[in-house]
């Protein structure tokens, strides 16, 4: 079982940036995070692969999110910048032993507690 510890979130206003991160517990193969608001579908935001580096963004997220990862702390990061009110939902850290880039992010086997990011 690999257990995922996100910490980051907060309040910001418009146009500011947060950097979330998301510690795990054991190695794993790919990496990611997903946003979820209350009544709406979870939407992907980025994933990665930790021994490659390579990454992977939603259409919509590419440009103001940066997704890293940290070998040697095991940890993923991601840097959210120009931020607006859309930018507002719960968001998840996840992760999967498993390959596929097919895959959605909120389907990985593991998955963080969550953190509010709040934009006004």
């Known amino acids: 079982h690999v257990q995922l510890v996100e910490s980051g979130g907060g309040s910001v206003q418009a146009g500011g940036s947060l950097r979330l991160s998301c510690a795990a517990s054991?190695?794993?193969?790919?990496m990611g995070w997903f946003r979820q608001s209350p009544g709406k579908e979870r939407e992907d935001v980025a994933r990665?692969?930790?021994?490659?580096?390579?990454?992977r963004y939603a259409d919509s997220m590419k440009g103001r999110f940066t997704i890293s990862h940290d070998n040697v702390k095991n940890t993923m990061f991601l840097q959210m910048n120009n931020l607006t009110p859309e930018d507002t939902p719960v968001y998840y850290c996840?992760?999967?032993?498993?390959?596929?880039?097919?895959?959605?992010?909120?389907?990985?086997?593991?998955r963080g507690q969550g953190t509010q990011v709040t934009v006004s």
């Open positions: 996840a992760a999967s032993r498993l390959s596929g880039d097919s895959v959605a992010i909120g389907d990985f086997g593991y």
């Open positions: 054991d190695t794993v193969v790919v």
């Open positions: 990665i692969y930790p021994s490659s580096g390579r990454t």
